[in-house]
């Protein structure tokens, strides 16, 4: 709210309320976002672009800290606010301890204990060096390792092929649930629209490698150990022929010699697949789905939650970011002229003017009302779906002000783990 509303608010001195319908307690559910963090070892923040899942990964991962567990909050977005936001000079993906002091610090603005067992690592994904990783752990040999990763064609691949950063970020999300010792990994993803190849990546990188076409391509090199244009048929031939005029001959023999030595750590990529797969069915994940009051997000919201249902993946919750919130019912006009006439800082406006103001005061009041109403009309989709699921939903207003640094994130803190 602007500052007229909170002035209006401390004339009537009445608490503001929030919106009642959508808290977690009026949807009857007994799990809340404290039991997801103690409980579950891995939690996927989902949800459209610009409704701060960033902000709420890192919150959440902090409230894990605090709550006494090893923590690892993983970031694929590439636009790098996590890092300011856990008060650290840069992100890469290497993993950066975040200071205890901090930790405790966000705990005590919470109004919650800080337990010191606790701490919090962060990392953002390098989506080719996760790529090479995988590669790496399913080459043949150390020879074939090093001509997969000099590849011009591997070096593109990596970087462009459809699925490929989801394909490595759910490959080194595996590796780190396996191999580290983490009690907790909470995970920051990109857009819904990303979010939702998490499900589809392996195929999609398994149907771009392993298509008929790309067979096609390889045969002759298979047959022949190299490249030969007199080995794919006159049509082809014709074809990729008029292609080498463009591309050069070189460059069809490294395209076919890629293809071959990725086809020998292809069964590595589709047997990490179906782990993966695995791994976002145990019943240590939860998929938090994050989204704001507005129609389309809520939209996409409920429709990945359907995705989830169809994939056989364990939802967490819903969090509803930046949502207007009822104030007290308005004073009546006159009543508000009188107050608004005894405040020190307006006593030099004439009486025009203090009508001026409380009428402005009333007229902008009375819209954030209405917001606050749209905004529990459009969510109460969420509310039915989290009752029908059993899972919580927990609600963070639209604050005044920007949410940055610890302080934010307690702020923030304090609603989600109300």
């Not at 990392?123 to 060096?129: F, I, P, S, V």
């Not at 819904?192 to 392996?202: V, W």
């Not at 022929?241 to 890629?258: C, D, K, V, W, Y």
């Not at 939802?315 to 002229?337: D, K, Y």
Request: net charge neutral; glycine share 8%; proline share 4%.
């Amino acid at each position: 709210m602007d500052q007229y509303c909170h002035l209006l608010i401390e004339m009537a001195q009445r608490p503001a309320t929030a919106a009642p319908s959508l808290s977690a307690e009026r949807t009857g559910q007994n799990q809340t976002l404290v039991d997801l963090l103690s409980g579950r070892r891995i939690l996927l923040c989902v949800g459209p672009g610009g409704v701060g899942k960033t902000t709420v990964s890192a919150t959440l991962a902090l409230c894990g800290a605090a709550l006494g567990r090893r923590t690892l909050v993983l970031t694929i977005d590439p636009a790098r606010r996590l890092a300011d936001a856990l008060g650290l000079q840069a992100l890469g993906h290497d993993i950066q301890r975040v200071q205890a002091d901090k930790i405790a610090e966000v705990a005590a603005r919470r109004g919650g204990s800080y337990d010191p067992r606790g701490s919090l690592d962060a990392m953002m994904l390098h989506q080719k060096r996760a790529f090479d990783e995988v590669v790496s752990r399913y080459a043949r040999d150390e020879t074939t390792r090093r001509r997969i990763l000099a590849n011009r064609i591997y070096q593109q691949v990596s970087t462009t092929l459809a699925g490929s950063h989801e394909y490595a970020a759910m490959s080194k999300l595996y590796d780190i649930a396996r191999e580290c010792d983490y009690e907790l990994i909470v995970v920051d993803t990109p857009p819904t629209e990303n979010a939702l190849d998490f499900l589809d990546a392996p195929n999609r990188v398994a149907g771009a490698i392993d298509s008929p076409a790309i067979q096609w391509f390889i045969k002759p090199y298979l047959k022949a150990g190299t490249f030969s244009l007199k080995m794919v048929g006159l049509g082809g031939a014709f074809v990729l022929g008029r292609l080498a005029r463009f591309t050069g001959s070189a460059f069809l023999e490294q395209m076919a010699q890629f293809f071959v030595e990725f086809n020998d750590v292809f069964g590595g990529f589709r047997e990490r697949a179906q782990e993966v797969l695995q791994l976002m069915r145990d019943p240590q994940v939860a998929f938090l789905i994050i989204c704001s009051p507005e129609v389309l997000s809520v939209d996409e919201a409920l429709y990945f939650h359907d995705r989830l249902v169809r994939a056989q993946m364990p939802l967490g919750g819903f969090i509803v970011n930046r949502m207007h919130t009822r104030g007290p019912e308005a004073i009546g006009r006159q009543e508000l002229v009188e107050l608004l006439s005894a405040r020190p800082e307006l006593r030099g406006l004439s009486p025009a003017d203090i009508v001026q103001v409380a009428a402005d005061l009333h007229r902008t009041y009375r819209e954030q009302q209405v917001m606050a109403e749209v905004d529990e009309r459009t969510t109460r989709r969420l509310a039915e779906a989290a009752a029908r699921a059993r899972v919580p939903l927990r609600v963070v207003p639209l604050f005044e002000q920007d949410i940055y640094g610890m302080d934010g994130l307690a702020l923030v803190s304090r609603h989600l783990l109300a």
